[in-house]
């Protein structure tokens, strides 16, 4: 069973988005390195009111992730400081429950 894994701080949506429109290049670097560890799924949200990041994926399990976020440290650096990330952020993994309501994402 897969892993969800989320990574909330406080930082600035707008730059998130003008750092990855500005280097395309590594933003497909690090998926490719993501993909290699087995990424199922990624996206990256920005608060409401501009003053939060939120990184949600799906990955086959906490080992995956973990690789890869090891491997990519200095090109996830500069990308968080760049979104003005300033406080240390950790990984948060969740595992899926079994309520007997599951809908949607092929279930």
Excluded: C
Aim: charged share 25%; proline share 4%; aromatic share 12%.
């Amino acid at each position: 069973m897969s892993v969800f894994m989320t990574m909330e701080a406080a930082g600035d949506p707008k730059a998130m988005e003008q750092y990855a429109a500005d280097n395309k290049e590594k933003m497909q670097t690090v998926l490719a390195a993501a993909k290699r560890h087995g990424l199922i799924a990624h996206r990256f949200h920005g608060s409401d009111d501009g003053t939060k990041l939120l990184v949600v994926d799906e990955w086959p399990d906490r080992q995956s992730f973990e690789a890869f976020f090891q491997e990519m440290q200095s090109e996830l650096g500069p990308m968080f400081a760049a979104a003005r990330v300033t406080a240390q952020i950790a990984p948060t993994f969740w595992r899926e429950l079994s309520t007997h309501d599951a809908y949607g994402w092929g279930v």
